[in-house]
């Protein structure tokens, strides 16, 4: 009896996935193409990944795997590669996936730290990283706004205001990130729990 129900169990997790986990070579392929792509940022080109191209998580999936990463130490991307890719095929999807996303930036980035130590006082050079820098912050602008879209699409006005709340705390007022997160995390915890005890009453 145990035996059959284990599957049936898992099977809404795989649909909602959008299939069966990928091998380890794919973890690896397509996080190395995510990490080529991913001029001023990674995160654009992972969601654009996993989420539309890949279908492995759905929307709501990758930004409640994302919010984790959030509060572990670390960069956050470099954490979503191995939460991500421990979640779909274990430690070694994780390993797989963390090497994929560091391996062909790292031969890259020291290939052009050679060069930039020889020719970075170019002027050209200069604007050319300049262009970039405004290119990746309107990459990392349009893809706030499609991981906001699930929030707002079910209008959860909880989320909203907490998330507008965060912002506020930590972009206008300038509050320390750390004493933000100690209130914010209880207190999102604690509504998400109630809301969704509401619920099932």
């Not at 599957?7 to 986990?21: F, H, S, T, V, Y």
């Not at 990490?35 to 930004?63: C, P």
């Not at 779909?88 to 994929?100: H, M, Q, S, T």
Request: glycine residues 8%; aromatic residues 8%; hydrophobic residues 60%.
């Amino acid at each position: 009896m145990s035996t059959d129900s284990a599957p049936a169990a898992q099977e809404p997790d795989r649909a909602a996935a959008g299939g069966p986990p990928p091998s380890l070579a794919a973890l690896f392929a397509a996080f190395a193409r995510m990490s080529l792509a991913g001029f001023g940022g990674v995160l654009v080109f992972a969601r654009r990944a996993i989420v539309e191209q890949h279908r492995w998580m759905t929307a709501d999936e990758f930004n409640e795997t994302f919010a984790l990463c959030h509060f572990l130490p670390g960069p956050n991307i470099v954490n979503l590669s191995m939460v991500f890719g421990a979640r779909l095929r274990g430690i070694a999807g994780g390993v797989a996936a963390f090497a994929g996303l560091l391996l062909p930036p790292t031969l890259i980035m020291t290939v052009l730290a050679i060069v930039y130590a020889r020719f970075g006082d170019v002027e050209v050079l200069r604007r050319i990283l300049a262009g970039i820098s405004c290119a990746a912050v309107g990459l990392l602008i349009a893809v706030v706004f499609r991981m906001m879209t699930p929030l707002l699409k079910r209008m959860d006005a909880v989320a909203l205001i907490l998330m507008l709340s965060v912002f506020l705390a930590i972009g206008v007022l300038r509050l320390p990130l750390q004493a933000v997160l100690l209130v914010a995390i209880p207190v999102s915890v604690g509504a998400t729990f109630l809301l969704r005890r509401k619920v099932a009453a």
